[in-house]
């Protein structure tokens, strides 16, 4: 089955720094990339779109700014969050779908993000 | 426009009993519809999929769904729980050229002994 896997799992840092954090295809290669997050005990709020070689396509509300996302290959998607605040703190899961954004989307297994 | 509502935010059963856990959609376009699980701290895994064959789907775990137009649900039912069902549900829903996918707010389904 299709397998996409994020690293970090969890990761903490300092308010007003930069986090990075990675989201890959193991299996396959996808021209397309979702991110999402997630408060807890809440549902999954679609933040932006990662298109490999062109930019990304941000939801109503997201700050491209903040969250900086890179389409690198077309097995890796990066999210940066720069400056990170607590208020950042959640869990970042990413999704693909191996047959175009249209086909079914196969998630990771999320990062945990802790800003102190 | 799209959305899911799924009715009970916590569903408890007891081992072997029926599972059923309610989502309805709205959709302005035919819609596809999902149910993914979600284990403490995990990512989402696919449990099935409706994308407009057959009406009644079988997923993994011994899950499966129906759609039904008239009643624009996708509920998920399961004839015996098992302790390891339990779990965080989703339903999502999404549609014609929208590929994106709207989540509902989540069951999160627990099992007694």
């Known amino acids: 089955g299709a397998v996409v896997s994020q690293h970090p799992s969890w990761v903490i840092c300092k308010s007003g720094t930069s986090v990075k954090i990675e989201c890959r295809s193991l299996?396959?290669?996808?021209?397309?990339m979702f991110w999402y997050r997630q408060f807890p005990k809440q549902s999954l709020m679609l933040m932006a779109t990662?298109?490999?070689?062109?930019?990304?396509?941000?939801e109503q509300g997201v700050e491209k700014d903040k969250f900086l996302i890179n389409h690198a290959s077309l097995t890796l998607s990066t999210l940066t969050v720069t400056s990170a605040h607590p208020e950042d703190s959640s869990f970042y899961i990413c999704?693909?779908?191996?047959?175009?954004?249209?086909?079914?989307?196969?998630f990771g297994p999320g990062t945990r993000l802790t800003v102190l | 426009a799209q959305s899911v509502t799924q009715l009970g935010s916590h569903v408890s059963v007891s081992e072997g009993a029926l599972v059923l856990l309610r989502c309805n959609y709205s959709?302005?376009?035919?819609?596809?519809l999902f149910w993914y699980v979600q284990y403490p701290n995990q990512g989402l895994q696919l449990l099935l999929k409706?994308?407009?064959?057959?009406?009644l789907v079988k997923g993994i775990n011994g899950f499966e769904a129906e759609f039904k137009k008239s009643e624009t649900s996708f509920h998920l039912t399961k004839p015996s729980a098992h302790m390891s069902d339990a779990a965080e549900y989703f339903c999502?829903?999404?549609?014609?050229?929208?590929?994106?996918?709207?989540f509902g707010k989540g069951t999160l389904l627990t099992v007694n002994p």
């Open positions: 999704s693909a779908p191996p047959g175009g954004p249209t086909d079914t989307q196969y």
């Open positions: 299996d396959f290669q996808a021209t397309t």
């Open positions: 990662s298109n490999e070689g062109s930019k990304a396509t941000y």
């Open positions: 959709s302005s376009v035919p819609p596809y």
């Open positions: 409706y994308t407009s064959a057959a009406t």
């Open positions: 999502a829903v999404s549609g014609g050229s929208n590929y994106k996918l709207t």
